[in-house]
């Protein structure tokens, strides 16, 4: 387990499964030290052969907020802006490189950041209240860094569509037809019935399997490791504009 003030990472490694586990005060936002130790995580489970599939939730009623506005509003350099940024593509980059099949519960609302991480997922269950949004254009930036792996998921068309309406919540049947969600559930008990039933399966079959498929899952994003970065750099430098700083402000009150 990992703890500090901005948050928690829990890891349980049961019968080759390993379900992390993800929380924050704020929504279940993402601090860049969070970001930073999901990477890690993510990239120790990868080379873990005790484990052969990954289950990846969080806590609360709200799947995730997306990044931390506290930590948006803080931000003074460009330099500081990429790092921050960066630490999306950092986790989503470990997710796409991870050798195991990762398969997203998803009980609540996502936004932005948190579109990205359930983007990223191999194959996602959700409740019937998981609505997505991406918010990001309307406080003067935009999800750059998402971009790709939301794009991969649910086409450019439905990507524009989200990006475009930043105060529209998609429903969970808009995020499902759409190829975001594998199918969703009328209870929590059902979604972790079918996360419990799907990692149960995905673990007892062969793991050499398993990660070949992975790769092939994920071929064409090779340029990622470059891509994702260059993003970062253009919401780093966008997040400095005074729209952005003013936006951010009124959003906190």
């Known amino acids: 387990m990992t703890t500090s003030e901005q948050g928690n990472i829990a890891i349980i490694i049961q019968d080759k499964i390993a379900t992390i586990t993800f929380s924050h005060p704020a929504s279940n936002s993402f601090p860049s030290d969070l970001l930073q130790k999901l990477t890690k995580e993510l990239n120790a489970i990868s080379k873990n052969p005790e484990v052969n599939v990954v289950v990846l939730q969080s806590e609360g009623t709200t799947f995730c907020a997306g ?12 330099a500081s802006g990429k790092k921050f940024f960066s630490g999306f593509a950092d986790v989503i980059n470990a997710m796409r490189k991870c050798s195991k099949i990762i398969i997203g519960r998803v ?17 996602v269950f959700a409740y019937q209240d998981a609505s997505v949004k991406l918010s990001e254009i309307a406080i003067g930036i935009g999800p750059f860094v998402i971009e790709p792996a ?50 149960e399966r995905l673990a007892s079959y062969n ?39 003013e936006a951010l402000s009124q959003f906190k009150k």
């Open 107 to 123: 009980q609540g609302k996502a936004v932005g950041g948190g579109v990205g991480l359930i983007s990223a997922c191999d194959i």
């Open 67 to 78: 990044a931390s506005f506290d930590e948006l509003l803080s931000i003074k350099t460009l």
């Open 207 to 245: 793991p050499e399997a398993l990660a070949a498929m992975k790769k092939v899952f994920w071929e064409g994003t090779e340029n990622w490791d470059k891509l994702l970065y260059e993003r970062a750099a253009i919401s780093g430098k966008l997040v400095l504009s005074d729209f952005t700083k």
């Open 150 to 199: 939301v794009s991969r998921k649910i086409g450019k068309t439905a990507m524009a569509e989200m990006t475009l309406q930043p105060t529209i919540w998609q429903t969970a049947d808009w995020a499902v037809a759409k190829g975001l969600y594998a199918d969703l559930f009328d209870s929590m008990a059902e979604v972790n019935n079918a996360v419990n039933h799907e990692a």
